[in-house]
């Protein structure tokens, strides 16, 4: 009899195991490189698995009403497996609302060709994720800039919650949100899941790498996370009468500083970062849009390394481009630098305790820097 027992325990034991161990989303799901007529999801799993993205319109049904089209994480033809998950939607309409749900069904088993899967994790149907496609007609835009976060969470929050970026048209995070990249804990903990609960999930948020995301043995991975379906981490985005800029400014000493141990090739980089630039500011997307906006993460100066490759490489280019203002952080402190002969735009350096909040129509750009403490510390309004 106790022998009996002991088998029924240990049976219980097991199904509570298994239990436990059905596999979640950790993180996300967020929006990454939406466009007018694309957008990417991206989220990660506790466990290993196949994933795909559920589509559907907002058009007030509900939406288990008919099976909605899947679109597959995957690569070549070929779903791909893992932990961190991005499924890129395309042929979508500009200035249109799609709701969406994310899937992942854990992989338990390969042998040869035949696959064992095992639990299905998703996001609701009842509440459902949404995003808005960009649009080059829209008459306005608004939008939120922190930047140099280094991990502090809890600032963060209080920023996004003087801004309010569910309420806005997108977010940028203009770099240094962490000062070394270790793991993926450092993303998400650092500051992404404050993201992701204040806005993420449902408005879109542009990544603009500062130097210090590209430190610490899990930098390479950065990609994997943000802008993953895109082939660089710089690029243009347009809304409405703004065409944003967003560039990659690389390390802020030579790569052959010591502390770079060797492992760094950024001046080529950045030198490749132009001859894109020049093609980009040809495009309409750039010069059709009536107000543009730079954002770098440092700025362009003669101090160190890195800024004078900004000021030497990019500026000439964007000196050209009637660029109304470019938005730098990097620095831990507020400052302006006024138009000159040689950067013809003005720049403004947000501090590490303050954000930017943007609005914009084709005939004014207001930006109000706020304090962490809710202050007003400066406030920029350029007319065309």
Same mark, same amino acid.
């Given at each position: 009899?106790?022998?009996? &027992?002991?088998?029924?325990?240990?049976?219980?034991? *097991?199904?509570?195991?298994?239990v436990? /161990?059905q596999?979640k989303? =950790?993180? !996300?799901?967020?929006l990454?490189n939406?466009s007018?007529d694309e957008?990417?999801?991206?989220?990660?799993?506790d466990?290993?698995?196949?994933s795909?993205?559920e589509?559907?319109?907002?058009? !007030?049904?509900?939406?288990?009403?008919?099976?909605?089209?899947?679109? $597959? /994480?995957?690569?070549?033809?070929?779903?791909?497996? !893992?932990?961190v998950?991005s499924?890129?939607? #395309?042929?979508?309409?500009?200035g249109?609302?799609?709701?969406? #749900?994310?899937?992942s069904?854990?992989?338990l @088993?390969?042998?040869?060709?035949e696959?064992?899967?095992g639990?299905?994790? =998703? %996001?609701?149907?009842?509440?459902p994720?949404?995003?808005?496609?960009?649009d080059?007609?829209?008459?306005?835009?608004?939008?939120?800039v922190? &930047?140099?976060?280094?991990?502090?969470?809890?600032?963060?929050?209080? *920023?996004l919650?003087?801004?309010?970026?569910a309420?806005?048209? *997108?977010?940028? $995070?203009? !770099?240094?949100?962490?000062?070394?990249?270790? +793991?993926?804990?450092?993303?998400?903990t650092g500051?992404?899941?404050?993201?992701?609960?204040?806005?993420?999930?449902?408005?879109?948020m542009y990544?603009?790498r500062g &130097?210090?995301?590209?430190?610490?043995?899990?930098?390479?991975?950065?990609?994997?996370?943000?802008?993953?379906?895109?082939?660089?981490?710089?690029?243009?985005v #347009?809304?409405?009468?703004?065409?944003?800029?967003?560039? @990659?400014?690389?390390?802020?000493?030579?790569?052959?500083?010591?502390e770079?141990?060797g492992?760094t @090739?950024?001046?080529?980089?950045r %030198?490749?970062e132009?001859?894109?630039?020049?093609?980009?500011?040809?495009?309409?997307?750039?010069t059709?849009?009536?107000i543009?906006?730079?954002?770098?993460?440092?700025p362009?100066?003669?101090?160190?390394?890195?800024e004078?490759e900004?000021? &030497?490489?990019?500026?000439?280019?964007l000196n050209?481009? +009637?660029?109304?203002?470019?938005?730098?952080?990097?620095?831990? #402190?507020?400052?302006k *630098?006024?138009? =000159?002969e040689?950067?013809?735009?003005p720049?403004?350096?947000?501090?590490n305790?303050?954000v930017v909040?943007?609005?914009?129509?084709?005939?004014?750009?207001?930006?109000e820097?706020?304090?962490?403490?809710? %202050?007003?510390?400066?406030e920029?309004?350029?007319?065309?």
């Amino acid at each position: 009899m106790k022998k009996v &027992n002991v088998l029924i325990l240990c049976f219980l034991l *097991m199904c509570c195991g298994s239990v436990v /161990a059905q596999i979640k989303i =950790s993180h !996300g799901p967020y929006l990454q490189n939406v466009s007018s007529d694309e957008a990417t999801i991206v989220w990660v799993t506790d466990r290993s698995a196949v994933s795909w993205v559920e589509l559907a319109p907002d058009d !007030g049904t509900h939406f288990y009403l008919i099976e909605r089209p899947k679109f $597959f /994480a995957s690569k070549n033809g070929v779903k791909t497996e !893992g932990y961190v998950h991005s499924v890129k939607l #395309r042929k979508l309409t500009p200035g249109t609302k799609y709701r969406y #749900r994310v899937y992942s069904q854990e992989v338990l @088993d390969r042998d040869g060709h035949e696959i064992t899967y095992g639990r299905v994790a =998703s %996001t609701t149907a009842y509440n459902p994720a949404t995003f808005v496609t960009l649009d080059p007609r829209k008459t306005s835009v608004t939008f939120t800039v922190v &930047n140099d976060i280094h991990g502090r969470s809890e600032v963060l929050e209080k *920023m996004l919650a003087l801004t309010e970026p569910a309420k806005q048209d *997108m977010v940028f $995070f203009n !770099g240094d949100m962490v000062s070394s990249l270790t +793991n993926e804990d450092d993303l998400f903990t650092g500051f992404m899941d404050v993201g992701v609960k204040a806005f993420a999930q449902n408005i879109p948020m542009y990544y603009c790498r500062g &130097n210090h995301e590209t430190r610490g043995v899990f930098a390479t991975s950065f990609q994997n996370y943000f802008s993953p379906l895109n082939p660089e981490l710089y690029f243009l985005v #347009r809304q409405g009468p703004v065409c944003f800029v967003v560039l @990659d400014c690389g390390e802020d000493k030579p790569d052959s500083d010591i502390e770079y141990s060797g492992i760094t @090739d950024y001046d080529y980089y950045r %030198t490749l970062e132009a001859e894109w630039l020049k093609e980009a500011l040809k495009s309409k997307e750039f010069t059709e849009a009536p107000i543009k906006v730079a954002i770098c993460h440092m700025p362009p100066k003669r101090d160190w390394h890195g800024e004078a490759e900004i000021l &030497n490489k990019l500026v000439p280019i964007l000196n050209g481009a +009637n660029i109304d203002i470019m938005l730098c952080g990097h620095e831990h #402190r507020h400052s302006k *630098m006024a138009a =000159s002969e040689q950067v013809k735009f003005p720049v403004l350096i947000n501090s590490n305790n303050a954000v930017v909040k943007g609005a914009a129509t084709a005939n004014s750009l207001t930006l109000e820097v706020l304090g962490v403490d809710g %202050t007003k510390v400066d406030e920029i309004i350029i007319r065309k």
